[in-house]
């Protein structure tokens, strides 16, 4: 097990054996949020409160369950490469900030289109659950904001693992703001198991769905990290040589 | 029809689901641009320094 992680935080090692495990991530992924959309629209009965504006938390939960466990991901990797200097660490880190930037606004924008009919507005400034999940985004911003604004990789690295390490502390502000604070937003449902299992189910099958699609990505962004930030080293110069050598 | 309407909400789901597969494709689009970027600046470089040899 320590074996395969050593040999994994080998960049060429990384870059090689990546590309393997995409396909089995995004095939699967893709076919799990093809059928769970399915079953979200069509098979799942209409909600007795919210009608069928209920459907939108198939794309909604997902988006915001990625949203904070993408900025976990990359504060983990932070702290792992602040820690014990493993480079792959920060290209993970670096290559998640994105992807979790993307799915917070879908979370956002998706939660907002469903307050439009649901509370009467498209946006509360009040509530605590919106408006730490938009500091989430800013967040994200700032994290990227900072390594593109500093070109020293090394100095990068330690900069914007200490905003992901700062800003981790949002993460169980968003989550527990509606225990915690008055909200507009509903509490937990899904975990409380308040969820009639014909609607439960295609939610889970589109978290999964999501999860495994998020996974891939991540693979083929980290992969490109890699690439860029090894660009001048010999294993890079061989792969490119030996590429053109067979085109 | 009422599928697509949805007692009124319709416009309300489907642009969510619309939007959640234009944000799905940018984010592969753009791994994928990146990649390639990275890969012929790496290529130019190459290049550059074996003529300049």
Same mark, same amino acid.
């Given at each position: &097990?320590?074996?395969?992680?050593?040999?994994?935080?080998? #960049?060429?090692?990384f870059y090689?054996?990546?590309p393997?495990f995409? #396909?089995?991530?995004?095939?699967p $992924?893709l076919?799990?949020?093809?059928?769970? @959309?399915?079953?979200?629209?069509?098979?799942?009965?209409? +909600?007795?409160?919210q009608k069928d504006?209920?459907?939108?938390i198939y794309?909604h939960?997902?988006? /915001?369950?990625?949203s904070?466990?993408?900025y976990?991901?990359?504060a983990?990797?932070?702290? =792992? $490469?602040?820690?014990?200097?493993?480079k792959?660490?920060? /290209?993970?880190?670096?290559?998640a900030?994105?992807?979790g930037? *993307?799915?917070?606004?879908l979370?956002?924008?998706t939660g907002?289109i469903?307050?439009?009919?649901?509370?009467?507005t *498209?946006?509360?400034?009040?509530d605590?659950r919106?408006?730490?999940?938009?500091? &989430?985004?800013?967040v994200?911003?700032g994290?990227?904001?900072l390594?593109a604004?500093?070109?020293?990789?090394?100095?990068a690295?330690?900069?914007?693992? =200490?905003?992901?390490l700062?800003?981790?502390?949002? =993460?169980?502000?968003i989550h527990?703001s509606v225990?915690w604070w008055s909200?507009?937003?509903q509490?937990?449902t899904?975990?409380?198991g /308040?969820? +009639? @299992?014909? &609607?439960?189910?295609?939610?889970?099958?589109?978290?999964a769905?999501?999860?495994l699609?998020?996974?891939a990505?991540?693979?083929?962004?980290?992969?490109?990290e890699v690439?860029?930030?090894?660009r001048?080293t010999?294993w890079?110069?061989?792969? =490119?040589?030996s /590429?053109? $050598?067979?085109g | 029809?009422d599928k697509i309407s949805?007692?009124?909400?319709?416009?309300?789901?489907w642009s969510?689901?619309a939007l959640a597969?234009?944000v !799905?494709?940018?984010c592969d689009?753009?791994?994928? !641009?990146?990649q390639r970027?990275?890969?012929?600046d790496?290529e130019?470089?190459i290049?550059?320094?074996?003529?300049?040899?």
């Open positions: &097990m320590w074996k395969f992680l050593h040999q994994l935080a080998s #960049p060429p090692h090689r054996i990546a393997k995409v #396909p089995w991530l995004a095939v $992924g076919l799990l949020v093809a059928y769970g @959309t399915y079953a979200g629209l069509f098979l799942a009965p209409i +909600d007795y409160q504006a209920f459907r939108i794309i939960v997902p988006s /915001a369950y990625l904070m466990m993408t976990m991901i990359m983990v990797s932070a702290a =792992v $490469g602040l820690i014990w200097r493993i792959l660490s920060h /290209a993970v880190a670096a290559a900030a994105p992807l930037a *993307w799915f917070t606004f979370a956002l924008a907002s469903w307050g439009r009919p649901m509370w009467g *498209w946006w509360e400034w009040g605590p919106l408006t730490s999940e938009l500091i &989430m985004l800013f994200y911003f994290y990227m904001a390594r604004a500093i070109d020293d990789t090394t100095k690295d330690k900069a914007s693992a =200490v905003l992901a700062v800003g981790a502390v949002n =993460v169980p502000i527990y225990v909200s507009l937003h509490g937990a899904v975990a409380k /308040a969820m +009639d @299992t014909d &609607m439960l189910v295609p939610l889970l099958i589109n978290i769905g999501f999860t699609v998020f996974g990505l991540l693979l083929r962004r980290v992969r490109t690439l860029f930030r090894e001048r010999r890079v110069k061989d792969l =490119v040589l /590429a053109e $050598g067979r | 029809m949805m007692g009124g909400y319709g416009v309300y789901v969510c689901f597969v234009v !799905l494709v940018i689009w753009r791994a994928r !641009l990146r970027r990275v890969y012929r790496i130019v470089r290049k550059a320094l074996g003529d300049h040899e």
